[in-house]
Each structure stands twice: as C-alpha cells, then as structure tokens.
C-alpha cells in the first residue's frame, strides 16, 4: 500500500531490447519510467557488448511496447478510492487534469475507480493519484495479485 505525498520520485524498470546508437545491434537496455515533480518521464539506457557504445536518453519520447515491459517486470498496481461518498463528478474533474480524456471517458474511470479501481503502471497510478490528492480524494496503491 502507498500514501504518496506527491513529492517523491518514483520509478519502475524493466530491461528493454533497444538498437545501439553506435552500430545498430540490438542490446539489452533498460527502460525507466518515472514520475519527476508530477511529471511522467521515460528513460533509456544501454551498453552495446558489439561496440561498447554507453548511452542514456533521458525524457524519452513514449513508444509502443513502453507500458506493456514495465508492466510484465513489474506487475500492475491498482489506485483505490478509500472510504465510500466521494462524487463522481469530483473524481472526473481531478481524473482529466491529468489525462487527456472526454467526459465520458472520464465517467466511465471514475466509475472504475469506485468500483474496481484504476490499473496500471506504479509511475501512472501515482500520477493520477496525486491529481486525486490534490482535489481532496483519499486514495491508495496496491499491487495486484499474480497468479
């Protein structure tokens, strides 16, 4: 369980097949997601065993595959409403501060968040946690069960 005050960092790896910068081999990198100062960031770093090129890209541009690495190292975590009475019109506004989402889009999260709870990354999570926060929303992080 997290209780985040919103000014921490935190960040989930897992390794990632990236090309050399230098010669083009694919190497076993590591991709880095994190949540800096309310900001959600994605780095990139690697070593090349055929060329030995070192390298770090930090603030990377989001790419396919990203979220769904993080997720099969790490695990999914889940962001929970604590206690019950809070609106759902309240949730919505707090949720498309930090997500570009419609006001249905928006409902149908809050809905999710009251009855099952948000999935996702550690680093999403406590992004959109800490929108929730701010407006005055209880809520905490867990880790899902794996089976």
Same mark, same amino acid.
């Given at each position: 369980m997290s209780r985040s005050t919103g000014t921490d960092i935190v960040t989930e790896s897992s390794p990632y097949p990236a090309s050399c910068i230098e010669c083009g081999a694919t190497t076993d990198s590591t991709?880095?997601?994190?949540? +800096?100062?309310g900001h959600v960031r994605w780095d990139l770093d690697? /070593? /090349?065993a055929a060329c030995g090129a070192v390298w770090a890209s930090c603030d990377h541009p989001d790419q396919a595959g990203f979220r769904e690495a993080i997720l099969a190292a790490n695990g999914p975590s889940i962001l929970e409403i604590e206690g019950?009475? +809070?609106? +759902? @019109? =309240?949730v919505m506004r @707090? =949720? %498309?501060t930090v997500r570009s989402v419609s006001l249905v889009q928006a409902r149908a999260m809050a809905q999710r968040l009251h009855e099952t709870g948000l999935e996702g990354t550690r680093v999403d999570m406590?992004?959109? @946690?800490?929108a929730l926060r %701010?407006?005055?929303i209880p809520v905490w992080i867990r880790k899902a069960h794996r089976d």
């Amino acid at each position: 369980m997290s209780r985040s005050t919103g000014t921490d960092i935190v960040t989930e790896s897992s390794p990632y097949p990236a090309s050399c910068i230098e010669c083009g081999a694919t190497t076993d990198s590591t991709l880095t997601q994190a949540l +800096v100062g309310g900001h959600v960031r994605w780095d990139l770093d690697g /070593c /090349c065993a055929a060329c030995g090129a070192v390298w770090a890209s930090c603030d990377h541009p989001d790419q396919a595959g990203f979220r769904e690495a993080i997720l099969a190292a790490n695990g999914p975590s889940i962001l929970e409403i604590e206690g019950d009475g +809070v609106p +759902v @019109a =309240l949730v919505m506004r @707090a =949720l %498309r501060t930090v997500r570009s989402v419609s006001l249905v889009q928006a409902r149908a999260m809050a809905q999710r968040l009251h009855e099952t709870g948000l999935e996702g990354t550690r680093v999403d999570m406590e992004s959109i @946690a800490g929108a929730l926060r %701010r407006s005055g929303i209880p809520v905490w992080i867990r880790k899902a069960h794996r089976d």
